[in-house]
């Protein structure tokens, strides 16, 4: 048998193969060196604009007037040739793929890095930067050399306080910010069943932070519910007896809550080791954790108290944002104090709304937590929503035991 | 091909956020990557690329997809990168850009040394050492050839 990958693209690790890919996407980022790539190129046309999407997420709304205008070029490039396009507003790129367009099965691929998020439909996501974009813009196909995979078993079940980010914090602890490179991750287990398809979408979104090309999970009756709630039918796809370049066992009966501190992804300890480190803001969103679970679990906890430091909560769409208003989600934030911004990538890529200044400390729900990355000599602790909501309160890193 | 230059030595796990920041990402103007290289991690590189071979540590490029970092690089005059492992983005993005960069495990590094380099013939020399590194392969060499994937293509029309 063969790993999902290699089922995926048809062909066993190590091979070069050139495949059509099912769906490709650029943001307000990436798009415009796309752009500019494939003008270059000079091709009459987009082989395939039915299957590309342009989400703009990083920088929205525009912060100045450069960043407006390479917007608005986007935006009638992506009005004339009859791309999929989401406006500000509507949210991250992953998250919008992730809302009823990826199935199982698919090659896709994103000019973003965290495009292997999409992995856990099932489907081989990727992330490619914009020449190589602008080229798929031009044939519908780019090259892949298929991955070898490590194989992650997660035992048990998640108990306690301990949830889907910490999974992901301790996977890259495990294997290390290289661990990974070239391979693709498969999550396999009693505990890949058992977790949501948001869970899932947490947990692939860090595989690049391991220099993964790709996570994934077998399609399954989670999958599928999922996917029907969008109208989509999908199968479950068989997990096979796959080789495995590597293998790794993670408890979950054992996860605590887990930080990954500055400035190293791979930097990660249970929350309990940084327990009194003060802290100057909370940010709650990113395509990691800004789902609406996420911002339901901080809700809970920050329920008709206020938060000690000032608190950023960024959905990660538009209708995660409309479901946290139809429930109650959304004022339960807003009495506790915190700042909500419109949904999209907020402070996460170190460019406004949230920025932090010198000697300043965060902590954030986000994948990254690199020197100087979120603002100019600063520092970013990496945590879950539960976690986070537990520190809002303090103004300190503190466990979210006994409060979830 | 076989390429030239003078080493700068940097450290392992080195990030597309430090190689240029996100701030000064959004222009279509090259100098400002150019001029940015590298300043969170160190003002003083950016003036010292200019006929520059990196010789990093392993994981190089880790982290954003973002094109801009080898453009930054290239733009800024760096002739090549040499490191034991990259990421993957980044190494598929700095061919595509036409910057020649290679893996090579064993190489040592020492500052403002001469370095060459064959990505065909598979080896590195440092100091008038010489080191066996991974050849790239043959359609990776031909879109290097080209200077980077636009050219390439334009070719192919």
Redesign the interface.
């Known amino acids: 048998m063969s790993t999902l990958s290699e089922r995926i693209l048809g062909a066993p690790a190590g091979s070069?193969v050139d495949r059509a890919v099912d769906r490709a996407f650029v943001h307000d980022?990436?798009g415009?060196?796309t752009l500019?790539?494939w003008r270059?190129?000079?091709?009459e046309r987009l082989a395939c604009p039915e299957r590309l999407s342009m989400l703009f997420d990083h920088?929205t709304p525009a912060?100045?007037s450069?960043?407006a205008a390479?917007q608005a070029e986007l935006r009638t490039f992506a009005a004339e040739r009859g791309l999929h396009f989401s406006d500000i507003g509507g949210g991250i790129c992953h998250q919008l793929m992730s809302e009823g367009i990826v199935c199982p099965g698919e090659v896709v691929v994103g000019?973003?890095?965290h495009?292997c998020t999409l992995g856990a439909f099932g489907a081989f996501a990727t992330?490619?930067?914009?020449?190589?974009m602008?080229?798929i813009w031009?044939s519908g196909s780019t090259?892949f050399r298929v991955p070898e995979t490590i194989a992650i078993h997660l035992e048990g079940r998640l108990r306690g306080a301990a949830e889907a980010k910490d999974i992901a914090l301790d996977y890259v602890r495990r294997l290390g910010?290289?661990g990974g490179?070239?391979q693709a991750l498969e999550f396999l287990g009693e505990g890949a069943g058992s977790l949501s398809m948001e869970n899932r979408l947490t947990i692939t979104n860090m595989a690049v932070e391991t220099?993964a090309?790709t996570g994934l999970f077998y399609a399954d009756a989670v999958t599928a519910y999922y996917l029907g709630e969008y109208g989509n039918r999908t199968l479950p796809q068989a997990v096979g007896e796959g080789r495995y370049a590597r293998e790794l066992t993670l408890d979950l009966d054992d996860l605590v809550p887990l930080i990954a501190a500055p400035h190293?992804v791979d930097n990660g300890a249970p929350v309990t080791e940084f327990e009194a480190v003060e802290i100057d803001q909370v940010f709650v969103g990113t395509c990691t954790n800004g789902r609406y679970e996420d911002l339901a679990r901080f809700a809970g906890i920050v329920a008709g108290k206020k938060v000690a430091v000032r608190t950023i909560v960024v959905p990660a769409s538009r209708s995660v944002l409309l479901k946290a208003a139809e429930t109650g989600v959304l004022s339960t934030l807003i009495e506790a104090g915190c700042t909500v911004g419109p949904p999209g990538c907020g402070p996460c890529?170190?460019?406004h709304m949230g920025v932090l200044g010198e000697g300043e400390v965060g902590l954030s729900t986000a994948n990254?937590n690199?020197?100087?990355?979120m603002g100019?000599g600063a520092e970013y602790y990496l945590c879950s929503p539960s976690t986070a909501a537990a520190s809002a309160l303090r103004g300190a890193i503190a466990s979210p035991e006994g409060l979830a | 091909m076989t390429l030239q230059g003078n080493a700068v030595c940097l450290g392992a796990?080195i990030?597309t956020?430090?190689i240029i920041?996100?701030?000064y990402?959004?222009?279509?103007d090259r100098r400002i990557w150019a001029d940015h290289v590298f300043e969170?991690l160190d003002p003083a590189l950016a003036a010292r690329m200019k006929g520059a071979i990196i010789i990093a540590g392993?994981?190089f490029g880790?982290?954003?997809?973002?094109?801009?970092a080898p453009v930054a690089l290239k733009e800024a005059g760096v002739v090549g990168v040499i490191a034991p492992?990259?990421?993957?983005?980044f190494f598929?993005?700095a061919i595509?850009?036409g910057l020649p960069l290679m893996e090579c495990a064993e190489v040592r590094c020492r500052d403002a040394a001469p370095v060459s380099f064959s990505p065909e013939g598979g080896w590195v020399e440092v100091g008038g050492v010489r080191h066996t590194a991974t050849p790239l392969?043959d359609?990776m060499l031909d879109i290097l050839r080209h200077g980077?994937?636009?050219e390439y293509?334009?070719r192919q029309?």
């Open positions: 070069f980022g990436t415009v060196l500019e790539a270059r190129m000079e091709r920088i912060n100045n450069t960043t390479l000019a973003d890095s495009s992330g490619v930067g914009a020449t190589d602008a080229a031009a090259w910010m290289d490179t070239y220099g090309k190293r890529l170190g460019a990254r690199f020197r100087n990355r100019v | 796990d990030d956020d430090v920041a996100g701030r990402l959004r222009t279509k969170d392993p994981n880790c982290g954003s997809s973002r094109e801009q492992s990259f990421a993957r983005i598929r993005n595509n850009v392969s359609r980077g994937l636009v293509w334009r029309q």
